[in-house]
């Protein structure tokens, strides 16, 4: 299996800034954990690569049936879960809605948005997931960090790596 690039971002909030469309032009795949806030994003985004992404608490189902408020590809034989807000990954996680049925396999990257503060989680903080992600925000970072997004390395079924990519 060959090696696939994954690109993560969220809280655009209506505006794609270029350098994020550069930096995500490598990408096999990209995920965005909402606020589009407009579908020329999603445009743009799948100009570049396929495109999973759920709605935010800014967002309206505008984009079509394929954008919902939960997501759970596949992308190199990987598991992703795909939320807005961390309190709704939590709760799927935990098992406290109905979204992963039992027996479902356990995500092992989960992914949010909403905060605009990157985070990185593995281990037992991050369990039951491998790994619990929030690439920040693309257009509008908090809590002192820049703006950025993500990108996830996949290689032969498994996540090889993770990174923090800070624009401008």
Do not use: W
């Not at 969220?10 to 589009?36: K, N, V």
């Not at 079509?64 to 309190?87: K, N, Q, Y």
């Not at 257009?139 to 923090?164: C, D, H, M």
């Amino acid at each position: 299996m060959s090696q696939l690039l994954v690109g993560v971002l969220s809280d655009t909030h209506g505006r794609l800034p270029e350098d994020a469309y550069a930096e995500l032009a490598d990408c096999d795949f990209i995920i965005h954990a909402g606020d589009i806030c407009g579908p020329g994003i999603m445009l743009e985004l799948g100009g570049l690569a396929p495109v999973c992404a759920v709605l935010g608490n800014n967002d309206y189902p505008e984009y079509g049936e394929s954008v919902g408020t939960v997501a759970t590809p596949r992308i190199g034989g990987v598991r992703f879960l795909v939320t807005h807000t961390p309190t709704d990954l939590r709760a799927i996680l935990s098992g406290r809605t109905n979204t992963l049925k039992s027996g479902d396999p356990v995500p092992q990257v989960a992914i949010h948005g909403h905060t605009h503060v990157p985070e990185l989680l593995r281990g037992s903080t991050a369990a039951p997931a491998d790994v619990v992600l929030c690439p920040g925000s693309v257009t509008r970072p908090r809590g002192g960090s820049k703006r950025q997004l993500a990108k996830i390395a996949i290689e032969n079924g498994a996540v090889r790596e993770i990174r923090f990519v800070e624009l401008g």
